[in-house]
């Protein structure tokens, strides 16, 4: 049976409809009879992005802050440098899909230049992209550069981010089934926390909301996932030009590869008063 601590299950305020929804559970426990229960788990519906009437990604995420996930994406695939190319973000209309609502347009600026071609959610997405890692990241630094401007912060500073997180994951607190990334700027305060099914939307959430808010490039900023670190939420990062990445569990391997080849301080394990610096420990300072 799936159990959540008292505090999180009163005195927090209820997450958006657009994230949970109800569900009965059938609850069996060792030493309790078995019982039918009302529970929340955590809504996963599809998104269609498109581009100048041209659909170039369907993701499965947590309905809510769409636009930001929609821009973080094309943020994420290099089409997006600055907040002027975005003209408008709009969900479809009645007759466009079986739900508008799961269909966003995203308007770019005439001069902005998109290969259509070769937009695909899985253009170098995943460690089952079947690239090889070094072939992954020679193409993703194609479009953006490696990180080489100082930026440093303390060990204590970022111990003190994982509380943070936790308490602005109301949806979690409901349903125990949501990934969530966080933007913390360099005094620790947290600038965005976003939740979602995906741990790439999560971020890619995050940095669609820096991006709208014209607070753009994020040099001075660090990530947090409360997963793990994969190679495409560093690749996320880079094109935000996000120079710390932390993460509460473990990195991969093609995380790590890449972390140091592009000059991003990477932390795993952020749990309790420890950590672990797997890349440019010169960008956490002791």
């Not at 125990?176 to 971020?203: I, K, P, T």
Request: some cysteine.
């Amino acid at each position: 049976m799936k159990k959540r601590p008292a505090a999180q299950r009163r005195g927090r305020a209820l997450a958006a409809d657009a994230q949970v929804a109800p569900a009965q559970v059938l609850c069996c426990a060792a030493d309790q009879p078995t019982a039918w229960r009302h529970d929340l788990v955590a809504r996963e519906e599809p998104l269609e992005i498109r581009v100048r009437g041209r659909s170039l990604a369907v993701t499965m995420r947590t309905p809510g802050h769409d636009p930001e996930l929609a821009v973080g994406f094309l943020v994420g695939e290099g089409v997006l440098r600055e907040p002027a190319q975005v003209v408008a973000v709009g969900h479809g209309l009645a007759g466009d899909a079986e739900n508008p609502g799961n269909l966003l347009n995203v308007f770019l600026a005439p001069d902005v230049e998109v290969d259509l071609e070769r937009l695909t959610r899985h253009v170098y997405a995943s460690s089952s992209c079947g690239l090889c890692g070094k072939a992954s990241i020679e193409a993703v630094q194609q479009h953006f550069p490696p990180l080489t401007a100082p930026f440093a912060l303390g060990v204590g500073l970022l111990l003190s981010l994982p509380d943070k997180l936790r308490a602005a994951q109301v949806a979690f607190a409901q349903t125990g089934g949501l990934h969530a990334a966080a933007l913390f700027n360099a005094a620790g305060r947290l600038v965005v926390v976003r939740e979602d099914v995906g741990r790439h939307n999560a971020v890619d959430k995050v940095v669609g909301h820096a991006f709208r808010e014209g607070a753009w490039p994020l040099a001075d900023h660090v990530l947090l996932v409360s997963g793990r670190a994969s190679f495409e939420i560093m690749q996320k990062a880079l094109a935000a030009r996000i120079p710390v990445v932390a993460a509460i569990s473990a990195p991969s391997s093609l995380a790590v590869v890449f972390a140091r080849e592009s000059g991003q301080a990477l932390v795993g394990f952020l749990r309790g008063q420890s950590l672990n610096v797997y890349a440019h420990p010169e960008r956490v300072l002791d």
